[in-house]
C-alpha cells in the first residue's frame, strides 16, 4: 500500500532554513509527480509545490516562489522541500502527496516559524 513519511519539521527563527524531506514506498515513486502542501491552524490546506515525476518540471504556489525548492531522488524514493528565507506565514503542518487514483497523503511534519 501506498506509504508516505515526512521528516524535517522543527522550530527555526524567521530568515532560517529547513530541509523537509518526504519517504515513499508502495508505488512505481519514479512514475509520479509528488507534491507538498501545508496547513495552518485554522485555515484549508494549501499547494506548495510539485515535482514532475522525472523532476524535470517543476510548480510552485506564488507565497514561495523564489524561496522554496523542490527535488527528488528517484535512487532512494524521496522527494525534498527546501525552505530558505522562512516566515512566520509560513508556520504549518507540511504534507507529503502522490495521486494514484486517489489522493495519498503523510502524516504530516510541523514547521514552526517564530523568533
Known amino acids: 500500500q501506498v506509504q508516505l513519511v515526512e521528516s524535517g519539521g522543527g522550530l527555526v527563527q524567521p530568515g532560517g532554513s529547513l530541509r523537509l524531506s518526504c519517504a515513499a514506498s508502495?508505488?512505481?515513486?519514479?512514475?509520479?509527480?509528488m507534491g507538498w502542501f501545508r496547513q495552518a491552524p485554522g485555515k484549508e490546506r494549501e499547494f506548495v509545490a510539485r515535482?514532475?515525476?522525472?523532476?524535470?518540471?517543476?510548480w510552485y504556489a506564488d507565497s514561495v516562489k523564489g524561496r522554496f525548492t523542490i527535488s527528488r531522488d528517484n535512487a532512494k524514493n524521496t522527494v525534498y522541500l527546501q525552505m530558505n528565507s522562512l516566515k512566520p506565514e509560513d508556520t504549518a503542518v507540511y504534507y507529503c502527496?502522490?495521486?494514484?487514483?486517489?489522493?495519498?497523503w503523510g502524516q504530516g511534519t510541523q514547521v514552526s516559524v517564530s523568533s
Open positions: 502527496n502522490v495521486r494514484q487514483g486517489t489522493d495519498y
Open positions: 508502495g508505488f512505481t515513486f519514479s512514475t509520479r509527480g
Open positions: 515535482i514532475s515525476g522525472s523532476g524535470v518540471i517543476t
